[in-house]
Structure formats: structure tokens, C-alpha cells
């Protein structure tokens, strides 16, 4: 098992420009979620999904959109980036929702200039 | 959620235990306390995980309080590669767990 893939490693953006961060778990796991963690600090959580098609807030949702069609992927767009979201951001998946292993993907690291 | 406190850093010598405590006195009865590391930016990694009774795995181990609010991780003999900054999570829903800024613990040779 490949376990957490997320991609691209790193990108640089540019103020107001919109992307996608992938990310992909092949262990059929029903929850996966989004963290950010800026420099020196925890995780702080995006979004996450409980099953394909069901996408809920986390604790710091704004500027962020998701959606999950399939048990695999959860994609997490920027949709106009701003400097303040210059953070590393990781995927990260569970077996459930009440599952107590998280299994975290390498991360994304992300600028905004 | 529980909020959780941690001591900011903490050394130890190689070979040596390392004892990594957390406070969580606003713990309520059915949640519980995971615990997970960061290795140099990576993504974090699960540790151990327990509600009242201590718990042991090949990792590490986790010592809770009769009354449950405050809790030790230990890692019976630290090796170099147990760098890390540690994450105590109290939580019902590990897979909602927010994580707060950790210990960072340096193992010295």
C-alpha cells in the first residue's frame, strides 16, 4: 500500500490564483481530512469527510473548499490564495470516524507571494 | 473538547527515558488521550492511545492518572531518531483530533 499520497510537494502561488491540492489513501479508509500547520505551530483542521460525498467544516474552513466523490480522493481547493495561507498542509485518513489512528500523508508546502 | 497542556520542550539523554507529561484536567469520561509525533516536518504518527488504563505497545507507554487528568508518555529508551515534537490529543473522535502545539522533546547523545 502506497498509504497517503498527497501532491504537489511544493508550489508557489501567486496572490488571488486558485488551486488544488491532491490527496489519495488506497487502504479504504471511510474518513480522511485536511490539516495546516504554520511554522512553529500544531495542526489546526481544515475539512474533513466522513464518506464519499459527505464534507463538513473544520475548525479553520474559510478560503477552502472540498468535496469527496470517491472513497479515495479528497481534493482540497484554494479557491483565490491569499499570503495568509502560506502554511504546509497534510492529508491524513482513518479507517472510521471513530477510529483512533490517523494515518498523515508527506504534506504540501505552499506559498503564497 | 478537552484542552490539553504540554510543556513546551524537554531534553534527554540518549539511552535514557524519556518522560512526556500532559495535563488534561477538563477531561470528560469517554474521551481519550492519543498521542502522536511529528519528526522533522513530517507528517505526525500515531502513537498509543488510552482511556483509563495504562497501555503499552512497542513504541511506547502511557501512564493515566487514577482521575484522569494528566497523563505520561514514555519512551523507555530514547534513541536519537525520537526527536520530535509530541502531541497530546484528548478527544472522543480521534479522527476530528485538533492538535495544539506539542512538546518538543531533543534526545542529546
Known amino acids: 500500500n502506497a498509504g497517503v499520497t498527497q501532491t504537489p510537494k511544493f508550489q508557489v502561488l501567486k496572490t488571488g490564483q486558485s488551486m488544488t491540492l491532491q490527496c489519495a489513501q488506497d487502504m479504504n479508509h471511510e474518513y480522511m481530512s485536511w490539516y495546516r500547520q504554520d511554522p512553529g505551530m500544531g495542526l489546526r483542521l481544515i475539512h474533513y469527510?466522513?464518506?464519499?460525498?459527505?464534507?463538513d467544516q473544520g475548525e479553520v474552513p474559510n478560503g477552502y473548499n472540498v468535496s469527496r466523490s470517491t472513497t479515495e480522493d479528497f481534493p482540497l481547493r484554494l479557491l483565490s490564495a491569499a499570503p495568509s495561507q502560506t502554511s504546509v498542509y497534510f492529508c491524513?485518513?482513518?479507517?472510521?470516524?471513530?477510529?483512533?489512528?490517523?494515518?498523515f500523508g508527506p504534506g504540501t508546502r505552499l506559498t503564497v507571494t | 473538547d478537552a484542552k490539553t497542556t504540554q510543556p513546551t520542550s524537554m531534553d534527554c539523554a540518549e539511552g535514557r527515558a524519556a518522560n512526556l507529561p500532559c495535563n488534561h484536567s477538563?477531561?470528560?469520561?469517554?474521551?481519550?488521550v492519543y498521542w502522536y509525533r511529528q519528526i522533522h516536518s513530517q507528517g505526525p504518527q500515531y502513537i498509543i492511545h488510552?482511556?483509563?488504563n495504562n497501555e503499552t505497545n512497542e513504541m511506547a507507554s502511557l501512564i493515566i492518572t487514577e482521575d484522569r487528568k494528566s497523563s505520561t508518555l514514555i519512551l523507555p529508551h530514547a534513541t536519537l531518531r525520537d526527536t520530535a515534537v509530541y502531541y497530546c490529543i484528548v478527544r472522543l473522535n480521534a479522527g476530528k483530533s485538533t492538535f495544539g502545539d506539542g512538546t518538543t522533546l531533543t534526545v542529546k547523545p
Open positions: 477538563t477531561i470528560s469520561g469517554n474521551e481519550y
Open positions: 491524513a485518513s482513518s479507517y472510521s470516524r471513530r477510529a483512533y489512528e490517523q494515518y
Open positions: 469527510s466522513v464518506g464519499a460525498g459527505i464534507t
Open positions: 488510552g482511556l483509563k
